[in-house]
């Protein structure tokens, strides 16, 4: 049984972050047209407090982790590649990303979680009477939102070109869980779709918002909005265990058909990169497995092929 060994991954500005046992790596492409990489040590937080390796529990933890890692990322890459007038590298604030990130995490609270349950108790509440129902329109008007504005964002093509970094990750990381080379020849071969992906993570933790919400019924307004808020890290620990089981057995066709909803919406948060970008991907990949075989001096693992989806 080969021994598994999971690398995450985020597309950046211009880049594409690694994350793996022991350290995260960072790599963009410059305004020059240079490959630059950034290589961090790192040790979970469930390496120093058990607790948070319970299950339920590790899920808001991984989400917080990767949220502050892949800040970081983001704040690097974005001034590698923001150039001023003259030609040199411009310094963004920390300020100013830190600032957009909380904007970012205020939107996804209003728009996704608050905004469906305002618009059910206006809208759908006055045509159905049923507890279930209502919760199951709420869960479709999310999704529905989600989708749309996954979309709306697609058509920038800024944020397309970051989707193709996306995309980069994606077959980079099935490249290496199938043992493949890292080339640009060997790796553009694989999917750009993958089962532990972040789009994935996010449909499965709406789908899951509707069965828990239900338990709920029909609270007031406040209260109903408050609870979409406070039940998240119990939806996300849920949906976090729902990832892990998928990933070690993605071959089974019930797991296929329960993420193939989860796999097709990243047809829209992915998009098929280019060889260079694919060169930037596998640089941060290789930073990320340098320091784990320093470290180890052992051969790179090779997960089973349940956890890739090839091409």
């Not at 933890?61 to 704040?75: D, Q």
């Not at 349950?117 to 329109?137: E, G, K, W």
């Not at 307004?221 to 998928?246: D, F, N, T």
């Amino acid at each position: 049984m080969p021994q598994e060994f999971n690398v995450g991954g985020q597309a950046v500005i211009e880049g594409v972050m690694m994350r793996g046992r022991e350290s995260w790596s960072v790599a963009v492409r410059t305004p020059q047209g240079e490959i630059e990489v950034r290589r961090e040590p790192y040790k979970a937080f469930g390496e120093k407090h058990p607790w948070a390796r319970l299950p339920l529990v590790r899920g808001s933890v991984a989400l917080v982790e990767s949220m502050a890692i892949g800040t970081k990322a983001l704040f690097w890459a974005a001034n590698k590649s923001a150039v001023e007038p003259d030609g040199s590298e411009a310094e963004i604030p920390k300020s100013a990303i830190a600032i957009s990130m909380a904007l970012g995490v205020l939107l996804f609270l209003v728009l996704f979680m608050m905004g469906p349950a305002a618009i059910t108790r206006y809208v759908v509440d006055r045509f159905v009477s049923d507890p279930t129902l209502a919760n199951l329109a709420e869960g479709l008007i999310r999704i529905a939102m989600l989708i749309g504005y996954m979309w709306g964002l697609s058509l920038m093509s800024d944020v397309r070109r970051m989707f193709q970094y996306h995309g980069a990750e994606h077959k980079t990381i099935a490249a290496y869980e199938y043992g493949d080379r890292l080339a640009p020849e060997a790796v553009e071969r694989y999917s750009t779709r993958h089962v532990r992906c972040g789009t994935n993570f996010l449909f499965i933790v709406m789908v899951l918002a509707v069965l828990t919400y239900s338990f709920l019924g029909r609270p007031p307004l406040l209260w109903r909005m408050a609870s979409r808020i406070v039940l998240i890290p119990v939806v996300a620990g849920v949906a976090y265990e729902v990832i892990r089981l998928a990933a070690r057995h993605v071959r089974s066709r019930v797991v296929r058909v329960l993420m193939a909803p989860g796999l097709a919406l990243q047809a829209i948060t992915t998009r098929q990169p280019d060889r260079e970008q694919l060169e930037v991907a596998i640089a941060s990949l290789e930073a990320v497995l340098s320091e784990q075989e320093s470290r180890e001096a052992v051969e790179r693992p090779i997960l089973p092929e349940a956890v890739a989806i090839p091409a």
